[in-house]
């Protein structure tokens, strides 16, 4: 069985600061990594992924993440924050399931907020 | 390429009816997965269809079904709705390329159960 903790329920930061968002797992098998966010009212868009290859992983607006298997850790940085950055941010893990398929496993998300 | 969308966007219903929600996936995309997300339980899996067969199960009740079609258009029903069935439901589509199986979601479909 697979599990995801995400450490903090609410990351509160001030514009401009830089911010790391907490995530470890749990699993016996090879994994892959996201990380999604979800603004109000909206479905959840990722943003950026572990399959393979490098440990650091980066996303087109700022965000990075690095898959620390030694501490079964994905957490996720980035290092000046933006009013607009300010949602909900699952981690989750995927690792095969019956049939083949690789069904994710979320986190309770991290609200992310951020003061002007 | 357009993303997965779901209709409706918001509907509400009183206890005891039954709804039916529907997603298109990606182009592309044969793998659709269903997810029901509320404050107290956050993100669950309800179930994934994969060429019109499902493939995996969360642990709901069977008043929760779903079905997918030829076009890989799927939709979910939920019979006898409860109050505690309020929730964003939201479906995910995704293809088993060199992506590693990554999951696309809509916007969802807001329930509310009187």
């Known amino acids: 069985a697979q599990s995801v903790t995400q450490l903090d329920s609410q990351v509160p930061v001030f514009e401009e600061a830089p911010v790391e968002l907490r995530c470890n797992y749990s699993s016996s098998v090879s994994v892959y990594l996201f990380w999604y966010v979800q603004y109000p009212n909206q479905g959840l868009q990722l943003l950026l992924k572990?399959?393979?290859?490098?440990?650091l992983v980066e996303s087109i607006n700022g965000f990075e993440a690095e898959f620390n298997k030694s501490q079964t850790s994905f957490h996720l940085r980035k290092p000046s924050v933006h009013i607009s950055d300010t949602a909900e941010y699952f981690c989750a893990v995927s690792s095969s399931a019956a049939g083949g398929s690789y069904i994710p496993t979320f986190g309770r998300g991290t609200s992310l907020i951020v003061h002007p | 390429k357009a993303g997965v969308t779901q209709t409706p966007r918001y509907l509400i219903k009183t206890r005891g009816q039954q709804v039916t929600l529907s997603c298109s996936p990606i182009s592309g995309h044969r793998s659709v997965s269903w997810y029901q997300q509320t404050p107290g339980q956050g993100l669950q899996f309800l179930f994934e269809?994969?060429?019109?067969?499902?493939?995996n199960k969360g642990n709901f009740p069977g008043r929760f079904s779903g079905r997918q079609f030829s076009n890989s258009r799927s939709e979910m029903n939920v019979s006898t709705l409860e109050l505690g069935d309020s929730a964003l439901y939201l479906c995910?589509?995704?293809?088993?390329?060199?992506?590693?199986?990554?999951?696309?979601f809509g916007p969802g479909t807001r329930l509310t159960v009187l």
């Open positions: 269809y994969f060429s019109e067969t499902q493939r």
């Open positions: 995910a589509s995704k293809s088993r390329t060199s992506d590693g199986d990554t999951q696309y």
């Open positions: 572990y399959l393979s290859g490098s440990t």
